[in-house]
């Protein structure tokens, strides 16, 4: 009832004023930043390059004639940088990559990018050199003590390959005890690279099938065959075994048929807590490349419109500027990953937003408007935000992040990543009913889109926080126009070359969903309510603890 009250308030009449008042947002100049971020000249906008000089600088040029005022780090005669540093850990494969199984004692060799794709060690080693390790499955490498859950049975598994399943154990299924098809933490890939690290792994194979990773192999290998990045860490092995990679699902079907198992019986096992894992009697693997590793400094970038009445209190608008870089070429020889709709699109929303803003007296709260770097590399520049605000957490209001909106024109409907259990949620489902749109929940919630966007760092430390999403429920199509669109996008350019800005796109629809996140921002910067989670939520106990520095 709590959450109703809040949504209720807020749009209440005094607000629905001013919703007839809201700036409009232009899609003509939405795609003017897009064309411009995703272009040949920005090659791709990855980290540490040339194409993060531009990116940095461009914003910072549209932020400074909009109007903001600098919000990143604090120099030491008391003024603000445009950008607060980043110090990222940067890692290259250097050289040759070999790598194969060894089955009965005949060598398969596996080529990198084909059937394997091996991320560069984040170690900080100057070599990996894994010679002979036995393989072990272990179903969906989960320990999950408060569901009663553990895939590793106390096995040691010091020195061995892991091979383990994407997902949770209810994704086949839909059902049992990790929430059916809605992805946990423990489906993700960085967990299961994580668990393997506590577990003691010289390395883990992720068996890589499209419906339970949500992308198909082109975006496995894109984005784990180029520059990795990572935070800076005292104690990387405590995160990361020496061998991260994904095989392809035909390589592990293989791989099981040699070592006389059944991989469809194994993953059916894999589904039950009784599973135990199975050593791959007769296979080893192995697997040797050089590593460049060095610390390379970052940048988000933060500009801000100062409160009129509570300055110290903040409401946070972001998008990442980075994307994949220049990395393997596709079927037309393309290197470059511009990243148009991820995400040049959600820069060019706070942009707009940030006009927006600036077009109307100053709010009652500060707004900050955030491009965060090293999305694509793990949610970094928004991991390293949170873990170091310019800005108090207990003070900000909420995170409103924008990634990856779609360019197929008006939805009737809209989204967000995964279902927070957020206030957050609630105003915009009221925003949206208010303009005659209805809220869907998340379409995909298997593919573990929560953990997959900026917001995910604020989350997680207790700040209310959403990723907004378009809807597919098109007006000019419907639902099977708008579902041919996302699927068209996920298979052909979601981390492919081909994500590239084009002149004939209908962005009204992005303009219509950036409006409805303006209301919400506008209302929550110009309230005294505190957005919460709701009970039952992992990060409501996290929030709580600082009430006390809201009063």
């Known amino acids: 009832m709590k959450r109703l009250l809040l949504a209720t308030a807020l749009i209440a009449a005094p607000m629905l004023a001013q ?48 109007g903001l005022e600098p919000a990143g780090d604090l120099r030491t005669d008391g003024t603000r940088a445009w950008t607060q540093d980043v110090p990222l850990g940067k890692f290259d494969i250097k050289g040759p990559v070999a790598a194969q199984f060894t089955l009965d004692g005949k060598a398969v060799p596996l080529a990198q990018g084909e059937q394997i794709a091996i991320r560069a060690a984040m170690t900080n080693a100057d070599k990996v050199s894994i010679k002979d390790a036995p393989l072990v499955f272990v179903g969906y490498g989960v320990k999950a003590p408060e569901r009663n859950w553990d895939d590793f049975k106390g096995l040691d598994l010091k020195g061995k390959v892991l091979v383990v399943l994407i997902n949770d154990p209810d994704f086949e299924t839909g059902t049992g005890d990790f ?86 019986a194994l993953k059916t096992q894999a589904q039950s807590r009784d599973f135990k894992p199975v050593a791959l009697t007769g296979a080893t693997f192995s697997a040797e490349y050089a590593v460049d590793h060095s610390v390379i400094v970052s940048k988000n970038v933060a500009g801000r419109i100062k409160g009129a009445v509570r300055p110290d209190e903040t409401v946070i608008y972001s998008a990442h500027w980075d994307h994949l870089g220049v990395g393997q070429p596709d079927a037309r020889g393309d290197k470059i990953y511009n990243g148009a709709i991820d995400n ?68 009737k409907d809209i989204t ?102 303006y209301e919400v921002g506008a209302d929550l910067a110009n309230s005294t309510a505190w957005p919460e989670w709701q009970a039952g939520s992992e990060f409501k106990a996290l929030r709580d603890a600082s009430k006390a520095d809201r009063k």
């Open 19 to 66: 919703a007839a008042d809201t700036p409009k947002i232009d899609p003509a100049k939405l795609s003017a930043h897009i064309k411009v971020l995703s272009s040949d000249d920005f090659e791709g906008r990855g980290p540490a390059t040339a194409g993060e000089t531009k990116s940095v600088g461009y914003i910072v040029d549209q932020m400074k004639a909009i």
């Open 179 to 264: 929430g059916g098809k809605a992805m946990t933490y423990y489906g993700r890939w960085t967990y299961k690279f994580e668990e393997a690290a506590r577990q003691g792994a010289a390395g883990v194979l992720i068996v890589h099938e499209t419906a339970p990773a949500s992308y198909g192999w082109a975006t496995v290998k894109n984005s784990n065959t180029n520059t990795m990045f990572d935070i800076v860490r005292k104690a990387p092995k405590a995160v990361h075994p020496d061998l991260e990679a994904w095989i392809q699902r035909d390589t592990a079907v293989s791989l099981f048929k040699a070592a006389g198992l059944d991989f469809d």
């Open 416 to 517: 967000t990543s995964g279902d927070g259990k957020v206030d957050l949620q609630d105003l915009l489902v009221a925003k949206a009913k208010a303009h005659g749109r209805y809220f869907t929940p998340d379409p995909s919630p298997q593919a573990g889109h929560f953990y997959r966007s900026d917001h995910f760092p604020f989350a997680k430390r207790g700040v209310p926080a959403i990723s907004v999403g378009s809807g597919e429920d098109l007006v000019v199509g419907g639902k099977e126009a708008g579902a041919k669109a996302e699927e068209d996008y996920t298979a052909n350019r979601y981390h492919q070359p081909a994500d590239e800005w084009k002149a004939d796109w209908d962005l009204t629809g992005q303009a219509q969903d950036i409006g409805l996140f």
């Open 344 to 411: 040049a699109d959600g820069i060019a929303a706070i942009l707009e937003l940030a006009r927006a803003f600036k077009g109307q007296p100053a709010p009652q709260r500060s707004i900050l408007f955030l491009a965060v770097t090293a999305e694509e590399r793990g949610l970094l520049g928004s991991e390293y935000y949170a873990a170091n605000p310019l800005y108090p957490l207990a003070k900000t209001v909420g995170d409103l992040n924008i990634d990856a909106l779609s360019a197929a024109g008006p939805a």
